[in-house]
């Protein structure tokens, strides 16, 4: 059997920056486990392919786990497609590429809650230290980091227009860096590409590291369950094709499955809610709240017909982008992420810091949804699309497992809009995007709303249709919640509580969602966790 230092399951956002931190020590041999397959592919390294990974069938299966929401009455029963990267790099193969680190405040909040060490000024030098940000390092941005995060060269038209009547209805400034001295502004999107290409965390942090002969990968491995000692944690079983293999660990197990899949593993292995491992003969090792506290952004999509807007979702369209992309070495969209502008706004006086944040992209989004196994429907004239989004949710779900069968889905179950205030915050958001984009900055280049159009005009009609159209974007946080209390799975430094050498570290363990996208926070948890690690030995030693 073979036997390593660490075990790191998942090579996703947090575990690769993990792996890669913990192998920078010679002396310290890792395995990095990752249920999914290589990301060489262009599908994987061109920003501009997302729109095929995301929307094409035969391709998203190679690289999604598939999975699918539990119909509920709030969501007028739709089963609703939850994307997660099944692939090295994880969902930041795969992702908008948007870079966020959240707001300040969400970080203070955490150390008020008990989590000391992760304020805002605790985690900034890993924010710091996995950058590498194209105007250079200052107080607040890092330089020389593994990730390179740029904004988009040429922003079209109407983003540029969208930005100045947000400005003009909302009366929040116009602002270089959103990750900067403050949150609240307008501004162009950040994201985590460089010259045309995607820094997922597999080419920031795997991809210059895969010869270091004490980092181990095997893809293509799903675990099965971790191997307890009594309370111990003392390695894992996983199984790669039809062979199921047992490997240990001389320190600790580090699970960096994602929302997902680092709470199933730990039912699976006896670490969860008692009754629930009962239903399915599961011995529990330790009672813990694993599975609850999930809960994600939303967003209702609104696209407007704007002749200026610059992309048209036809074939010709996107063949013609991904050719000049490779024919002349670069500089076009199809280089870039689709999003261009980015604001987050404060929906009243009394809210202490932005609770909303608008995306923009100068494409068509398709309507009504995405829940169908096919391609979903896309207008074809050049439009743009505004994505109100809700950061902060007030509704929680909760991960099952379906059966102790280790391949078998697990049921999620996000509860949306189960809270009334989620509706309602939507609903409000809606309206005031409608009234952006009417605003004297823009209006006269909009020629219509194409979604949800105009048989949605009036409150009751619209929030009649929100359930149908709602999206998430993808940012499920919580399932493993850090924190000092009873509705804690690890504690501060990480620790599955109960239960020794065995840490969770990815965006589960956060106590509360973050104002912004999800993917920066996730890398910086792993960076932080190699420290904690190094610590811990330290101490040991």
Known sequence: MAEYDYIVVGAGSAGCALAARLTEDPNCRVLLLEAGGSDRTAFCTKPGMISVVHTVPQVKKKFDWGYKTQARDWTLDRKIPYIRGRVMGGSSAINGMIFVRGNRANYDSWAAQGCTGWGFDDVLPYFKRLEDFEAGESDLRGAGGPVAVTRPKDCSPVSELFMEAVAEVT?????????????????????SAKDGLRYSTSQAYLEPNRNRPNLTIVSRATVLKVNLEGTRAVGLDYQAGREVVTVSARCEVLLCGGVIGSAQILMLSGIGPAAHLAEHGIDCVADLPVGQNLHDHLFFPLVFLMPRGGHRGTPWHFFGGMFKEYLFGGGTWFGETVFEGMAFVKTSAGESIPNLQLHSLPWAYPAPNQDAPVRPKVDMRPALTVLPTMIYPKSRGEVRLRSADPLDAPMIDPHFLEDPADLKFLLDTTELTREIMASSAIAGEVTGELEPGGDYRDRAALAREMPNRVCTVYHPVGTCRMGVDERAVVDPE???????????????????IIGGNTNAPSIMIGEKAADLLRAAQGNSA
């Open 171 to 191: 009366g929040v400034p116009r602002i270089e860096d959103y990750n900067g001295p403050t949150q609240e502004g307008v501004s162009i999107v950040q994201m």
């Open 494 to 512: 990480l620790r599955v509580l109960g239960i020794q050498g065995l840490r969770v570290a990815d965006a589960s363990i956060m106590p509360d």
